[in-house]
């Protein structure tokens, strides 16, 4: 007999990306941001430090959702912060899900989304895209309309690639909730300033961010979500009491507060994504254009599997991620390429040593 819900029996569980923790590695697999957070973080966690660790901390962290008030233009009852964005899709299917509701998802996108429906026990769909990664509207109406959660990664994960603001609006469940999770929006080449919130419409929009990327503080673990007040005083009934730390809270208020620091770092990162796609390109693959900090690849006659094992070999870790198997299962609409090579972009140096490995390997 298990001790556990039949729901968590049934679990795969989500597997992140390979972390080593000895030095040697140029790591391209978790799309981290290659350069450090701004000076002013460091110090903002020194001073922190040194502060009250022994009470716990601002519950609401009232000090953030002023910083990203002021930087999107709206009142901080806008603003929830999280331990991390994917807390706050945790918070939000807790909030709006019952175990009778439809969460849906496109895919191939980001995984977690379904682990966490399962987690919660509540049906769940995947919105199959079509092999350009655009919508099919036909297709995928029935379910977005039954959808209490839709949840849209825009940028797209693994592809990379951005829909419009007109596509978004026209897939809100009328009758749910429409999750924009924007991880990577300030690598798009127009960042928006959630005039996705503005209108009918955005009253049920949520638009979820990370500073992880961006802001170089994956090590920190913070996150926020942006919607209407009326949605956010639902959400904190759900969350964790002090769901975010004292340092985590001085570290994201001093990051927010830095752009020139984070817009200075993104200038790198694009410039760097274009080189990289162009040599993809000239090396025989077939790169999708990126809205992120990372680049989709496939490669026409070269198996994906063994480039990335080849480039393991060498100490250089891209993500390999294959989604055959599970629409091998099934008979549904699905993209022609469900496997392929998702590539972070680091400095001009890692990126450099990567595409002299891949000129070896694929020559």
Same mark, same amino acid.
């Given at each position: 007999?298990?001790?556990?819900?039949?729901?968590?029996?049934?679990?795969?569980?989500?597997?992140?990306?390979?972390?080593?923790?000895?030095?040697?590695?140029?790591?391209?697999?978790?799309?981290?941001?290659?350069?450090?957070?701004?000076?002013?973080?460091?110090?903002?966690?020194?001073?922190?430090?040194?502060?009250?660790?022994?009470?716990?901390?601002?519950?609401?962290?009232?000090?953030?959702?002023?910083?990203?008030?002021?930087?999107?233009?709206?009142?901080?009852?806008?603003?929830?912060?999280?331990?991390?964005?994917?807390?706050?899709?945790?918070?939000?299917?807790?909030?709006?899900?019952?175990?009778?509701?439809?969460?849906?998802?496109?895919?191939?996108?980001?995984?977690?989304?379904?682990?966490?429906?399962?987690?919660?026990?509540?049906?769940?769909?995947?919105?199959?895209?079509?092999?350009?990664?655009?919508?099919?509207?036909?297709?995928?109406?029935?379910?977005?309309?039954?959808?209490?959660?839709?949840?849209?990664?825009?940028?797209?994960?693994? %592809?990379?690639?951005?829909?419009?603001?007109?596509?978004?609006?026209?897939?809100?469940?009328?009758?749910?909730?429409?999750?924009?999770?924007?991880?990577?929006?300030?690598?798009?080449?127009?960042?928006?300033?959630?005039?996705?919130?503005?209108?009918? %419409?955005?009253?049920?929009?949520?638009?979820?961010?990370?500073?992880?990327?961006?802001?170089?503080?994956?090590?920190?673990?913070?996150?926020?979500?942006?919607?209407?007040?009326?949605?956010?005083?639902?959400?904190?009934?759900?969350?964790?009491?002090?769901?975010?730390?004292?340092?985590?809270?001085?570290?994201?208020?001093?990051?927010?507060?830095?752009?020139?620091?984070?817009?200075?770092?993104?200038?790198?990162?694009?410039?760097?994504?274009?080189?990289?796609?162009?040599?993809?390109?000239?090396?025989?693959?077939?790169?999708?254009? %990126?809205?992120?900090?990372?680049?989709?690849?496939?490669?026409?006659?070269?198996?994906?599997?063994?480039?990335?094992?080849?480039?393991?070999?060498?100490?250089?870790?891209?993500?390999?991620?294959?989604?055959?198997?599970?629409?091998?299962?099934?008979?549904?609409?699905?993209?022609?390429?469900?496997?392929?090579?998702?590539?972070?972009?680091?400095?001009?140096?890692?990126?450099?040593?990567?595409?002299?490995?891949?000129?070896?390997?694929?020559?």
């Amino acid at each position: 007999m298990s001790l556990f819900r039949p729901d968590v029996d049934a679990l795969e569980g989500y597997v992140p990306g390979e972390q080593p923790q000895e030095s040697g590695w140029v790591k391209l697999n978790t799309n981290e941001n290659p350069y450090p957070p701004s000076p002013r973080v460091v110090h903002a966690i020194q001073q922190a430090s040194q502060g009250r660790l022994n009470v716990y901390p601002d519950p609401l962290g009232k000090g953030f959702c002023q910083a990203a008030a002021e930087l999107f233009d709206l009142d901080p009852e806008w603003i929830l912060p999280a331990n991390g964005s994917d807390e706050n899709l945790t918070i939000i299917i807790r909030t709006f899900a019952d175990k009778n509701d439809l969460i849906a998802y496109p895919y191939p996108s980001y995984i977690l989304y379904e682990t966490l429906a399962q987690i919660q026990g509540t049906r769940h769909a995947r919105l199959r895209l079509e092999p350009d990664w655009s919508w099919n509207l036909k297709l995928n109406r029935p379910l977005i309309e039954q959808s209490k959660i839709l949840f849209v990664p825009n940028p797209n994960s693994p %592809s990379g690639n951005h829909w419009d603001h007109d596509i978004i609006r026209a897939i809100v469940p009328p009758a749910g909730v429409l999750v924009h999770d924007e991880a990577y929006g300030d690598f798009v080449d127009e960042p928006h300033r959630m005039e996705l919130l503005h209108g009918e %419409s955005g009253r049920q929009m949520i638009v979820t961010r990370t500073l992880s990327k961006s802001y170089s503080l994956a090590g920190i673990r913070f996150g926020f979500c942006v919607a209407h007040p009326d949605l956010i005083a639902g959400m904190r009934k759900v969350k964790d009491s002090y769901n975010c730390n004292t340092l985590a809270l001085a570290a994201a208020e001093a990051a927010i507060r830095d752009q020139d620091w984070m817009l200075e770092n993104r200038r790198k990162i694009l410039g760097t994504r274009e080189r990289l796609e162009n040599s993809l390109t000239e090396l025989g693959f077939n790169p999708v254009p %990126s809205q992120a900090n990372f680049v989709w690849v496939t490669h026409p006659t070269i198996s994906h599997e063994e480039i990335y094992q080849e480039l393991k070999q060498r100490r250089i870790l891209v993500r390999y991620m294959n989604f055959a198997s599970a629409i091998a299962a099934s008979n549904e609409h699905s993209p022609a390429t469900v496997n392929g090579l998702r590539i972070t972009i680091g400095t001009d140096d890692e990126i450099n040593v990567l595409v002299e490995s891949l000129t070896e390997i694929v020559s």
